[in-house]
Structures are given as structure tokens and as C-alpha cells.
């Protein structure tokens, strides 16, 4: 059963109207009929099934019948990162999603590639992946801040959230060795550019009572594989999928 995001308020036999691309995309690309079902989801009212009713030629209805399934909080996991460019960049903000990331923060650093970031685009492509993989607690996209400001306001934004930083110079190649020891509690990962953090900004943050330092392994990632690499372990051992 297809499942679809719409901003509007879902509850039982309130119809909400589709807009043209998502009329089109049921009706001709889908190839759905009058009746047919459809999940749909806001990130506030859980999940319904609803039903499709076309209201004109390239039109149509959903009236949500019956939850499927209750709202779930988002994931109290901050996924901080320095903005790729274009694609990968797509690739990194689907997979954060897929992978229990609750807010994706973009990060500049000294040698990130792209100086601006579409967060709009970014936005679109968190909902396609909550579309495509049953997520229904959809992650927030914030503002960009540079590694300074973020660095300096942590204690004021985020207290008492530790923050683990995919550190490529730490002498130790086990991040599970890196947190061990780390109890329960809020948590966020940095990820740096393509480049690698500057020595000035790693000694920033190591410098930092809430900042864990972590390896990920004896192979250079790119930036986009270190994603995925880092919310898998964190996950693992101190998320969700403990």
C-alpha cells in the first residue's frame, strides 16, 4: 500500500485534498482507483489508512478510515553534519533518516565543500525517505551554524546532550572501545567533510567536557559511508536498536 506525508490534520472521515503532484503521482504514475487505500501520515497523528476519492480529472481526495498506528516520539538523536554537495548530499539526509536521526543539524566547517545548503530540498528528501521506509516520526532539518557557534552555544542549546565526534585522528580504531562507558541520555554525532576536520577544530572540540572522540575503523570513509557507519554503531550500542 503506498504511503504518502500531507501537512494536514488526519482524523477519521475528514477528507483532506491532495495537491496536483501527489494527485498525479496516485492516479497516473500509482495507476490507483476510486476506493482504493492509501497510508497516510503527518508526523503528528500517526498513521492512517485512507481511502482515495477522485475530485476531478487531475484530482483527488484521501479520507483517512482508521489508524494503523499510533504517533511515535522522534528519536532523541541529533545528527550534526558538514553539507556535501548535491547527491551525496541527498544519499547522507535519507539515510540519517532511515537511520533513527530525530534532527539533522548542518554544520560548517573550515573545509566543507558546499558553502549553502537547500533546506527545502533537504526537507524533501527527509519525507521521501519517511515515505518509502514506515517512518512516521518525521525528523526536523534546522539551520545551518558554523562549528564555532555550535561549539560555544552547546551548553545553552543542548544541556547536557553528549556529542560524539567521528574523529579520523583518534589513536584507538574501535568505536565501541570510544563508548563504552557512556550511560543513557541525549545524544548527538558530528560528521566532518570530505577533508577531515583542521587541526584547530579538533582540538576545539576535543577541548570540550561533553564531546566523546570516536574512530570508525582502520579504512578512510567518505563522508557520506561515515554517516551511516557512525548512527549504525551509535544505534547499536546506545540506541534504539539496543
Known amino acids: 500500500m503506498p504511503?504518502?506525508?500531507?501537512?494536514?490534520?488526519?482524523?477519521?472521515?475528514?477528507?483532506?485534498?491532495?495537491?496536483?503532484?501527489?494527485?498525479?503521482y496516485l492516479l497516473n504514475v500509482m495507476r490507483l482507483k476510486d476506493g482504493a487505500g492509501v497510508l497516510v501520515f503527518n508526523g503528528r497523528d500517526g498513521e492512517w489508512r485512507a481511502e482515495i476519492a477522485q475530485s476531478g480529472r487531475k484530482a483527488c481526495l484521501l479520507t483517512p478510515r482508521e489508524q494503523t498506528r499510533a504517533q511515535t516520539p522522534l528519536p532523541d538523536l541529533?545528527?550534526?553534519?558538514?553539507?556535501?554537495?548535491h547527491a551525496r548530499l541527498?544519499?547522507?539526509?535519507?539515510?540519517?533518516?532511515e537511520m533513527g536521526a530525530g534532527a539533522l543539524l548542518p554544520v560548517m566547517t573550515r573545509f566543507t565543500q558546499s558553502g549553502r545548503i537547500n533546506l527545502d530540498r533537504a526537507r524533501a528528501n527527509v519525507i521521501e525517505a519517511c515515505e518509502q521506509c514506515g517512518v512516521i516520526a518525521v525528523p526536523d532539518v534546522r539551520e545551518?551554524?558554523?562549528l564555532d557557534r555550535l561549539v560555544s552555544g552547546w551548553q545553552q542549546t543542548d544541556p547536557g546532550r553528549r556529542l560524539v565526534f567521528c574523529d579520523?585522528?583518534?589513536?584507538?580504531?574501535?568505536?565501541?572501545?570510544?563508548?563504552?562507558?557512556?550511560g543513557p541520555g541525549p545524544l548527538a554525532v558530528l560528521i566532518g567533510p570530505?577533508?577531515?576536520?583542521a587541526e584547530e577544530e579538533r582540538d576545539l572540540l576535543r577541548r570540550q567536557d561533553y564531546v566523546t572522540?570516536?574512530?570508525?575503523?582502520?579504512?578512510?570513509?567518505?563522508?557520506?559511508?561515515?554517516?551511516v557507519a557512525a548512527l549504525a554503531i551509535m544505534q547499536a550500542k546506545l540506541g534504539d536498536w539496543r
Request: glycine share 6%; net charge negative.
Open 194 to 197: 570530505e577533508g577531515g576536520f
Open 3 to 24: 504511503r504518502l506525508y500531507h501537512q494536514a490534520d488526519l482524523a477519521e472521515s475528514s477528507a483532506i485534498e491532495l495537491d496536483r503532484a501527489q494527485s498525479n
Open 144 to 146: 545551518p551554524v558554523t
Open 90 to 97: 541527498d544519499y547522507m539526509v535519507q539515510k540519517a533518516t
Open 213 to 227: 572522540p570516536m574512530p570508525l575503523g582502520p579504512r578512510v570513509l567518505r563522508a557520506d559511508t561515515a554517516a
Open 168 to 182: 579520523e585522528g583518534e589513536e584507538s580504531q574501535n568505536p565501541l572501545d570510544a563508548l563504552t562507558g557512556l
Open 78 to 85: 541529533v545528527y550534526c553534519f558538514a553539507p556535501l554537495k
